[in-house]
């Protein structure tokens, strides 16, 4: 028997700096853990915890009233010399040029998307991860990077390359990695020019640079279903 979902008409994308909003951030660690755990994975550094101390780790979540319960999220922890990025603890053992490359992009400012999860109750709709990537990859200029590297699964891979990544062909093999274990692998990327997002398409390039130029932007979206449901974007710093 399927479990019934939710009704939902709107969708809130709250940025915030991980510091500021315990409450939030425990959320986010609730759902994130969830989705893990139905994929049998454990052993993957994005979903440590101790980021909710770091200064600099932002957070983007996702529910569907103002201060509900976490559907969906992601963060971006900007390089800052100190704390060493999940995809420099996920991969570096198996290829130490990560750390350089980041090493090399940090004084201009470079961080990492990582833990970018949906749950049942987004996917269901089929609302994928796209609108919430692109979020993060608009707010990645808002708080002054200029790159910003990821590590995608195979299910986000697509949409990664849509949003304006690259991949990372110098590392790696051809930038793939087995990672979180044996019989999975993952990509790494990286977007090389944040301000000017040459590789995204459209239209998700518009909706990022508008995102930037209004930080409280609305948008209407089909469901599968054909429902309308409103996306309400808060990425106020």
Known sequence: MEEHKPHIDNLYFKAFRA??????????IEGHTHVLEIF?????TSA?????????????????EEGGRALAGGRIHQANHKNPLPIEDAVGYMDERIYQMVEERTDAGTGELCGLWNSWDIAGLGIGSMHLSTACVAYADLINLSTLFGLCAPATYRNSIRGGFRVINE???????????????????????????????????????????????????????????????????
Not at 19 to 28: L, S
Not at 48 to 64: C, E, H, Q, R, Y
Not at 177 to 185: G, R, S, V
Not at 205 to 227: D, P, V
Request: aromatic content about 8%.
């Open 19 to 28: 510091v500021d909003n315990r409450e939030a951030c425990m959320k986010f």
């Open 40 to 44: 049998g994975i454990t052993q993957i």
């Open 48 to 64: 440590k915890i101790d980021w909710v101390l770091n200064p600099d780790v932002f957070v983007i979540l996702v529910t569907a």
């Open 171 to 237: 590392i790696g093999i051809n930038g793939k990695f087995y990672y979180p274990k044996e019989d999975l692998t993952a990509t790494s990327i990286l977007v090389d020019d944040i301000k000017g997002l040459p590789l995204t398409h459209e239209p998700e390039r518009s909706i990022a640079m508008n995102m930037r130029a209004n930080s409280i932007t609305q948008q209407q979206i089909q469901s599968k279903t054909g429902e309308s449901i409103t996306l309400h974007f808060d990425l106020t710093i």
